[in-house]
């Protein structure tokens, strides 16, 4: 039987069970990772860090998840080349963590966003399915604080590395340079504001979401 | 002793809370050239040596407290 797709729960994730579907429609099998964990990193296939407001979003997005003991696992899994996917808070997370370069900030607007986005492909990762082939994607945003920000130089070197997943087609937030979502050096460990999960039947308004999560297939 | 840590927004980092709290005070005639919204967190160390609760102080700050990337910190100790 094929190993199970690791879901990370901290208190104030609200994603999760989204997630535990999208992952059952590829017909994989999904399994809770709590915070307070840690785990055997060989027993998953794969990990994803679903969005939410863990601890409330207190003192900064991601900050206080990304010291939780699960996360100790999860950096090991990251360094064995294991795919890790962070959306939205899940993002923020692996950013503080600094598992993938970058902070997210207060949208530029000041407000909370919640929309259908466009988005396009910069560079494959290792969550970028090869057999659908999507350069553009469809996905609902929802976040208040997904403006992605780091130093000019530090991002001219994002783009010439490929780190650098998605960008968006119409920037809903002021993130520079319009990324939408980005990967570590090795690619296994990526992760983006928009939310795939929410965009996984056509009655969802868009079957997209499908494009992330079917790399775990291949 | 107390010590006090205060963070900041970098000043390249756009300060979305500053800026509305900036254009507030604007609109009623008390217009400022900047203002800029950090945080104040308040670490009450068991230490009484002055050095010995800010060497506590910044290792606590630099483990969580603040992101390098996008703010700076200050600290300060509290005097009763």
Known sequence: ?????????????????????????????????????????????GFIVPG?????????????????????????????????????????????????????VRNE????????????????TRWTSRSQGAVHLRLPIAHGEGRFVMEEAELARLFDNEQVWWTYGDNPNG?????????????????????????????????DGRAIFSALLQ | MKIGVKILPKTEVLDSQGRAVEGTLKNHGKAVNQCRVGKYVQLDIGETDESKA?????????FVLYNPLIETYELEVVKK
């Open chain 1, 52 to 104: 939410g407001f863990s601890y409330g979003d207190y003192l900064r997005c991601g900050a206080l998840a990304a010291k939780a003991p699960v996360m100790k696992s999860l950096g090991e899994a990251a360094a064995a080349g294991y795919p890790v996917l962070g959306i939205c808070n899940g993002f923020q997370i692996l950013c503080e963590t600094k598992l993938l370069p970058g902070a997210l």
């Open chain 1, 109 to 124: 607007s000041r407000r909370f966003i919640d929309k259908w986005v466009d988005l396009n492909l910069v560079n494959p």
């Open chain 2, 54 to 62: 800010l060497g506590k102080a910044k290792e606590i700050a630099e």
């Open chain 1, 175 to 207: 993130s520079m340079r319009d990324v939408a979502g980005v990967a570590n050096e090795m690619k296994n460990v990526c992760a983006l504001m928009p939310h795939p999960e929410r965009a996984m039947f056509d009655w969802m308004g868009s079957e």
């Open chain 1, 1 to 45: 039987m094929a190993k199970p797709v690791g879901i990370l729960r901290f208190l104030g994730t609200n994603c999760d069970r989204d997630v535990w579907q999208a992952v059952e429609a590829m017909g994989l099998t999904p399994q809770w990772l709590w915070y307070e964990d840690q785990f055997a990193v060989k027993d998953y296939q």
